[in-house]
Nanobody, 124 residues
Framework: QLVESGGGSVQPGGSLRLSCAAP????????VAWFRQAPGKGREGLLC????????FVADAVKGRFTISKSNADNTVYLQMNNLKPEDTALYSC???????????????????WGQGTQVSVSS
């Protein structure tokens, strides 16, 4: 029920912006998070944002390089990734969960709706 886009191949040091859209429901009462899973590794929670209040959380692993933003008008959440490294290569997925407070986390088990993911590959 979520649709990601914007993945692709990029050289180290490059940037990409991923989008997460919800074509079938409004996100105003939800938190949306970005996760990634590299080959042979478990799912890693990266960032989240509350669509209504705007609170965010950023995991230490990507702090300073990745940012999350939203467009309530477009019902879309964005993941801006800068200074990409080969270890950022993974399938990136977004997920949404309904929330009651202006806070969010990146615990995947708490998220209800997921997208299919978009592949990001970083290599020279």
């Amino acid at each position: 029920q979520l649709v990601e886009s914007g993945g692709g191949s990029v050289q180290p040091g490059g940037s990409l912006r991923l989008s997460c859209a919800a074509p079938k429901f409004g996100l105003e009462y939800y938190a949306v998070a970005w996760f990634r899973q590299a080959p042979g590794k478990g799912r890693e929670g990266l960032l989240c944002i509350v669509l209504g209040g705007g609170a965010t959380f950023v995991a230490d692993a990507v702090k300073g390089r990745f940012t999350i933003s939203k467009s309530n008008a477009d019902n879309t959440v964005y993941l801006q990734m800068n200074n990409l490294k080969p270890e950022d290569t993974a399938l990136y997925s977004c997920a949404a969960t309904s929330i009651r407070h202006d806070e969010c986390n990146v615990r995947g088990a708490e998220y209800t709706y997921w997208g299919q993911g978009t592949q990001v590959s970083v290599s020279s």
